[in-house]
């Protein structure tokens, strides 16, 4: 059946497009009421935002690093400064094609192929931000031929700036420290853009690092106008950095950097110190790196070099090797001998032995001293004396003056690598190894062996106390020197007595002679030391005791030498410790070391004479060596194309896994040497010789 269909009549019609045309026209109006809400809203509440985008298409910002403040010396020498450097850089990030951009930098920088392989291989060990270093020093017509092509090459970064530079290099390098390009978590950690701007450089260790607050400054900008394709329109105002504040240190550069020559090819460390207010003069630590090397981005081969180096050059001896003081200490211990009310004229009979319990303890001399008084101890540094009265008094009576005179003291210096030592006595060695004490730790504690440890600042300060009478603490900063040292509270005829012996080591026969100034009318003062790290056993004694000449490096002494001068006015301190140096070479031994350096303090044109002399004989000054020992390194080893790469995981120098496991060597051979009730290694006595 079929439906009749409905007629649609004109009312109907007219009423169903009247909707449809009303439902049209509310749509339209909506639509537009939502677009003119939103031009409103784009042009008035977001006018400050697109206003700021259309800006930074028009204007380009770029963040000009900071120059760094300098370090300089109590002479305002500049001991870390800035050189003018134009240099360009890549951003990974922000390349495009990247092989297209290298081989355009390659022409106008008329690179290498050695130069290039190492760029391409920092590309691809580098983070994507991290700016990869093309070429540095360069000079204008290069630098300007990269500035003209930009547009040409995207994520190439030309910067004309300020590079850090060391003037005495690896004489400063344990000192300053040195700068680099911020790691992937630093700027993850704090989001600053500065930190990822090319040319811009960090603190990473010594005096950079601790000091960086005050030493970087603040970033200014560079503002351009571009076009959209990223042509240069023209320069805008430019926000100027502010420099760094400059930071003045107590070290006299000159003789930082002779110190350093000095001790030629010895792996030790020099500190001279002001007696007055314990200004540090010099505080060196050899041999070293360069800082330079580090600041331009050391590479796999360099840090290689340094880090399989048997004399630690990654090391700051002076902070945080620490060494059984030897001899040094038997000035401080007839310090506490007098204080502890032993008569400096009483004789003690020195045959060569000394016989505890079941221990043998033998003087260095091996028919002995025959009868010693205190002084005669000290200038001739009997082990027998020192051991009888250790075995007499106890150890307990030394330890407290060993304290005032600063072992096992921790110093308040801008360096956070420091170890401090060990100064023993019973209740430590009950804590440490559950353990009582003996007699026979007593004797060894007595010539400075067994459990004792001590860095070279610490003997420093041990000489410059007992030069001055008074408690100077080590000062490295020039604004913060302390002039008002409290006096000792020692008696001044027992520090007259041991100064008095401390004159007869050098001037009256003793074992320094040899650091006898050649100055007129001024004496030097000093303590010799000698410091085993091996065990000699009876039946070497019996068959003749090896000399260090004919031991491997590892196991020869350690010598120390202690001093001050005038002898009769004290003005300076210093000490000197030379690892395994084993008193093998005349002119590289400790008491000419002292004596050269004290000359220089006194009369500079002849400690550089004396030094001109013998330096040729060590293979040259300081660089002249270095770049020796790189030319023979490399033809030991299979040099990759690697090798030549900058090496972006490298720890801090005093971090290295190097100077850790030479540090963690240095605690095993003396918990070794003192952990035993036979009397350890100064039971077989010290080699120091006369």
Same mark, same amino acid.
């Given at each position: 059946?079929?439906?009749?269909?409905?007629?649609?009549?004109?009312?109907?019609?007219?009423?169903?497009?009247?909707?449809?045309?009303?439902?049209?026209?509310?749509?339209?109006?909506? %639509?537009?009421?939502?677009?003119?809400?939103?031009?409103? #809203?784009?042009?008035?509440?977001?006018?400050?935002?697109?206003?700021?985008?259309?800006?930074?298409?028009?204007?380009?910002?770029?963040?000009?690093?900071?120059?760094?403040?300098?370090?300089?010396?109590?002479?305002?020498?500049?001991?870390?400064?800035?050189?003018?450097?134009?240099?360009?850089?890549?951003?990974?990030?922000?390349?495009?094609?990247?092989?297209?951009?290298?081989?355009?930098?390659?022409?106008?920088?008329? &690179?290498?192929?050695?130069?290039?392989?190492?760029?391409?291989?920092?590309?691809?060990?580098?983070?994507?931000?991290?700016?990869?270093?093309?070429?540095?020093?360069?000079?204008?017509?290069?630098?300007?031929?990269?500035?003209?092509?930009?547009?040409?090459?995207?994520?190439?970064?030309?910067?004309?700036?300020?590079?850090?530079?060391?003037?005495?290099?690896?004489?400063?390098?344990?000192?300053?420290?040195?700068?680099?390009?911020?790691?992937?978590?630093?700027?993850?950690?704090?989001?600053?853009?500065?930190?990822?701007?090319?040319?811009?450089?960090?603190?990473?260790?010594?005096?950079?690092?601790?000091?960086?607050?005050?030493?970087?400054?603040?970033?200014?900008?560079?503002?351009?106008?571009?076009?959209?394709?990223?042509?240069?329109?023209?320069? &805008?105002?430019?926000?100027?950095?502010?420099?760094?504040?400059?930071?003045?240190?107590?070290?006299?550069?000159?003789?930082?950097?002779?110190?350093?020559?000095?001790?030629?090819?010895?792996?030790?460390?020099?500190?001279?110190?002001?007696?007055?207010?314990?200004?540090?003069?010099?505080?060196?630590?050899?041999?070293?790196?360069?800082?330079?090397?580090?600041?331009?981005?050391?590479?796999?081969?360099? #840090?290689? !070099?340094?880090?399989?180096?048997?004399?630690?050059?990654?090391?700051?001896?002076?902070?945080?090797?620490?060494?059984?003081?030897?001899?040094?200490?038997?000035?401080?211990?007839?310090?506490?001998?007098?204080?502890?009310?032993?008569?400096?004229?009483?004789?003690?009979?020195?045959?060569?032995?000394?016989?505890?319990?079941?221990?043998?303890?033998?003087?260095?001399?091996?028919?002995?001293?025959?009868?010693?008084?205190?002084?005669?101890? %000290?200038?001739?540094?009997?082990?027998?004396?020192?051991?009888?009265?250790?075995?007499?008094?106890?150890?307990?009576?030394?330890?407290?003056?060993?304290?005032?005179? $600063?072992?096992?003291?921790?110093?308040?210096? =801008?360096?956070?690598?420091?170890?401090?030592?060990?100064?023993?006595?019973?209740? #430590?060695?009950?804590?440490?190894?559950?353990?009582?004490?003996?007699?026979?730790?007593?004797?060894?504690?007595?010539?400075?062996? $067994?459990?004792?440890?001590?860095?070279?600042?610490? &003997?420093?300060?041990?000489?410059?106390?007992?030069?001055?009478?008074?408690?100077?603490?080590?000062?490295?900063?020039?604004?913060?020197?302390?002039?008002?040292?409290?006096?000792?509270?020692?008696?001044?005829?027992?520090?007259?007595?041991?100064?008095?012996?401390?004159?007869?080591?050098?001037?009256?026969?003793?074992?320094?002679?040899?650091?006898?100034?050649?100055?007129?009318?001024?004496?030097?003062?000093?303590?010799?030391?000698?410091?085993?790290?091996?065990?000699?056993?009876?039946?070497?004694?019996?068959?003749?005791?090896?000399?260090?000449?004919?031991?491997?490096?590892?196991?020869?002494?350690?010598?120390?030498?202690?001093?001050?001068?005038?002898?009769?006015? =004290?003005?300076?301190?210093?000490?000197?410790?030379?690892?395994?140096?084993?008193?093998?070479?005349?002119?590289?031994?400790? =008491?000419?070391?002292?004596?050269?350096? !004290?000359?220089?303090?006194?009369?500079?044109?002849?400690?550089?004479?004396?030094?001109?002399?013998?330096?040729?004989? #060590?293979?040259?000054?300081?660089?002249?060596?270095?770049?020796?020992?790189?030319?023979?390194?490399?033809?030991?080893?299979?040099?990759?194309?690697?090798?030549?790469?900058?090496?972006?995981?490298?720890?801090?120098?005093?971090?290295? =896994?190097?100077?850790?496991?030479?540090?963690?060597?240095?605690?095993?051979?003396?918990?070794?040497?003192?952990?035993?009730?036979?009397?350890?290694?100064?039971?077989?006595?010290?080699?120091?010789?006369?």
């Amino acid at each position: 059946m079929n439906r009749q269909s409905k007629i649609a009549t004109e009312a109907h019609q007219t009423f169903s497009f009247g909707r449809r045309a009303f439902a049209l026209g509310a749509a339209q109006i909506g %639509v537009g009421a939502l677009l003119a809400g939103r031009m409103a #809203w784009l042009s008035i509440a977001e006018n400050r935002h697109y206003e700021t985008l259309a800006e930074s298409n028009r204007v380009n910002l770029t963040l000009v690093p900071p120059r760094r403040g300098w370090i300089i010396d109590r002479n305002n020498v500049p001991i870390a400064n800035n050189r003018t450097d134009f240099r360009v850089d890549v951003i990974p990030d922000r390349l495009q094609d990247k092989e297209a951009v290298l081989a355009r930098l390659a022409d106008l920088l008329r &690179l290498t192929p050695e130069q290039m392989a190492r760029i391409r291989l920092d590309l691809k060990h580098a983070a994507g931000f991290q700016p990869v270093q093309i070429a540095d020093n360069l000079d204008w017509e290069r630098f300007a031929a990269v500035n003209v092509r930009l547009p040409e090459l995207p994520g190439v970064a030309p910067t004309q700036g300020f590079a850090r530079y060391y003037p005495a290099g690896p004489a400063v390098a344990h000192l300053t420290g040195y700068v680099g390009s911020a790691s992937a978590e630093q700027y993850r950690e704090t989001k600053d853009q500065l930190l990822v701007t090319p040319g811009f450089k960090i603190g990473k260790d010594g005096l950079e690092k601790a000091l960086e607050a005050d030493l970087r400054g603040t970033a200014g900008a560079k503002r351009v106008e571009v076009t959209a394709r990223g042509k240069l329109v023209r320069e &805008l105002a430019t926000r100027a950095d502010t420099p760094g504040k400059p930071t003045r240190l107590t070290i006299d550069a000159g003789l930082q950097e002779y110190a350093a020559r000095r001790l030629g090819t010895n792996s030790g460390s020099a500190v001279v110190m002001d007696c007055h207010t314990g200004e540090l003069l010099a505080m060196v630590s050899m041999p070293a790196y360069d800082p330079n090397s580090f600041a331009d981005g050391i590479s796999h081969l360099e #840090w290689q !070099m340094l880090s399989a180096d048997d004399h630690v050059p990654l090391m700051n001896k002076t902070l945080q090797g620490l060494y059984p003081p030897g001899s040094t200490v038997k000035p401080m211990n007839a310090l506490a001998l007098l204080a502890a009310g032993v008569d400096p004229e009483a004789h003690v009979n020195c045959a060569g032995a000394l016989r505890v319990g079941g221990g043998l303890f033998h003087c260095h001399k091996r028919r002995g001293h025959g009868a010693v008084n205190l002084k005669r101890a %000290v200038v001739q540094s009997c082990d027998i004396y020192f051991y009888e009265m250790a075995r007499r008094l106890g150890y307990d009576r030394i330890a407290p003056v060993a304290r005032a005179l $600063g072992l096992g003291q921790k110093f308040d210096l =801008p360096f956070a690598s420091q170890r401090y030592g060990t100064l023993p006595d019973p209740a #430590w060695k009950q804590k440490k190894y559950g353990e009582s004490w003996t007699v026979a730790d007593s004797l060894n504690a007595s010539i400075g062996q $067994g459990y004792v440890l001590a860095n070279p600042l610490q &003997l420093a300060v041990m000489a410059a106390r007992i030069a001055s009478g008074h408690v100077v603490q080590p000062t490295l900063l020039m604004d913060r020197v302390r002039r008002d040292a409290p006096a000792l509270g020692v008696d001044p005829a027992h520090l007259e007595h041991v100064r008095n012996a401390m004159f007869g080591v050098v001037n009256e026969g003793g074992t320094g002679g040899a650091a006898r100034l050649q100055i007129p009318g001024i004496a030097l003062a000093a303590k010799t030391g000698t410091a085993q790290v091996r065990r000699i056993t009876l039946a070497e004694r019996r068959s003749g005791v090896l000399r260090d000449s004919q031991l491997p490096f590892k196991l020869r002494d350690h010598a120390l030498l202690i001093c001050f001068a005038p002898a009769d006015k =004290p003005r300076y301190a210093a000490a000197i410790v030379l690892e395994h140096n084993g008193h093998t070479v005349r002119n590289l031994d400790t =008491p000419m070391i002292g004596r050269d350096i !004290m000359t220089y303090l006194f009369d500079r044109d002849r400690a550089l004479a004396a030094l001109a002399d013998v330096e040729p004989s #060590w293979g040259g000054d300081i660089a002249t060596r270095m770049a020796a020992k790189e030319a023979a390194f490399r033809q030991s080893v299979a040099v990759a194309a690697s090798g030549d790469a900058t090496n972006f995981s490298a720890t801090a120098a005093t971090d290295a =896994p190097a100077v850790t496991a030479a540090a963690e060597a240095s605690n095993a051979t003396a918990a070794i040497v003192g952990n035993t009730s036979t009397g350890g290694v100064a039971a077989e006595g010290s080699t120091e010789e006369p």
